[in-house]
C-alpha cells in the first residue's frame, strides 16, 4: 500500500517539482517575468490535480463505493504479493552471503594473510629453489608479482609468487612441474612443523572425507619462460572440497588415481 501513496503523492507534487527544476535552469539569467509564469503554471498545476483527486474521490464515495471497495482490494492483493516477493529475494540474498564470503570480506582477508603467506613461501623456496631448477631468492620482494599477490576464486584465495629459473632456456614438463609441487610442499610442511612460524598457530586440516591436509598448500606450480609461478593456499573446508572435486574429475577423465578418503592407501 505504500507503494501505491508514494505513487499518488509523486504524481500530485509533480507541477512543485516541475517549478524548482526549471527555477535553477532560469534564475541565473535573471528572468523574473518566465519565473513569474513557470510559479503561476506550477500552481495551476497543483490546484487542478489536488481538485480533480478530490473531486474524483468525493464522487467514487458518494455515487460508487463498490469501486472504491474493488480498487482497494485490487492494489491490497499487488502490495501483498509484490511484498512477499521481496521478502523471499531478500531471504535468499541472505542465504548466499551466509555461505559464501562476500568479495569485500574476502579481499580483507586476503590483504592481511598475503605478509604471512609471503613469509612462509620466501623461507620455503630460499630453501627448496635449487632443487626444482630456480634461483634462490635473497629479498622478500624477489618473489612478489606486483599487482598480482592473490587470486579469489570458489570462495579460496590462491596467494601467487614468482620464483626466477636458473636456466630460462630450460622448458619443463607436467610431470616434472608435479615432482617439484611435492618437493616444495614437503619442504613447507617441514619447516612449519619445525617451528620456523610459531606465531602463526597454524595446524593441519582434515577434510569431510577424513584426509589430512598440511596447513599451508601449494596448490600449482607453472614454468611461464623465465619464471615459476607458484600458487599457495591456506587450507581452509573449502579449500580440501575443492581439492576432492579435481580429484573427482581427473579420476572421471581418467587422468587420476583413486579418489582419497579415510582409508585411502598413499
Not at 500552481?43 to 480533480?52: F, I, K
Not at 629453489?129 to 622478500?140: F, K, M, N, V
Not at 596447513?215 to 573449502?238: L, M, R, S, W
Request: hydrophobic share 45%; glycine share 6%.
Amino acid at each position: 500500500m505504500m507503494w501505491f501513496i508514494e505513487k499518488l503523492l509523486s504524481l500530485l507534487t509533480f507541477p512543485v517539482k516541475w517549478f524548482w527544476e526549471s527555477f535553477e535552469r532560469y534564475k541565473d539569467t535573471k528572468s523574473v517575468g518566465k519565473i513569474i509564469l513557470l510559479f503561476a503554471g506550477s500552481l495551476t498545476g497543483l490546484v487542478l490535480l489536488g481538485g480533480t483527486l478530490i473531486w474524483c474521490t468525493s464522487y467514487l464515495l458518494s455515487y460508487h463505493i463498490e469501486w472504491v471497495v474493488i480498487a482497494g482490494l485490487v492494489i491490497w492483493l499487488y502490495a501483498y504479493i509484490k511484498s512477499r516477493m521481496d521478502n523471499k529475494k531478500a531471504d535468499m540474498a541472505a542465504d548466499v552471503s551466509a555461505a559464501d564470503p562476500s568479495s569485500a570480506e574476502m579481499q580483507a582477508q586476503a590483504e592481511k594473510g598475503y605478509p604471512i603467506m609471503r613469509n612462509i613461501m620466501f623461507q620455503t623456496l630460499k630453501e627448496a629453489a635449487a632443487d626444482i631448477g630456480g634461483l634462490a631468492p635473497r629479498l622478500l620482494q624477489e618473489i612478489e608479482i606486483p599487482g598480482m599477490h592473490y587470486m579469489l576464486a570458489n570462495g579460496i584465495n590462491f596467494y601467487q609468487f614468482q620464483l626466477n629459473k636458473a636456466d630460462p632456456r630450460m622448458q619443463y614438463q607436467p610431470a616434472d612441474l608435479s615432482e617439484f609441487q611435492a618437493l616444495v610442499q614437503a619442504v613447507c610442511s617441514r619447516l612449519i612443523h619445525a617451528g620456523n612460524f610459531p606465531t602463526l598457530g597454524m595446524q593441519d586440516c582434515m577434510d569431510a572425507y577424513g584426509n589430512w591436509h598440511d596447513a599451508v598448500c601449494v596448490d600449482v606450480i607453472e614454468d611461464v619462460g623465465n619464471t615459476f609461478i607458484i600458487q599457495a593456499v591456506f587450507t581452509t573446508p573449502a579449500y580440501t572440497e575443492y581439492l576432492h572435486q579435481k580429484q573427482l574429475n581427473r579420476q572421471a577423465l581418467g587422468t587420476g588415481g583413486p579418489v582419497p578418503d579415510a582409508t585411502w592407501n598413499k
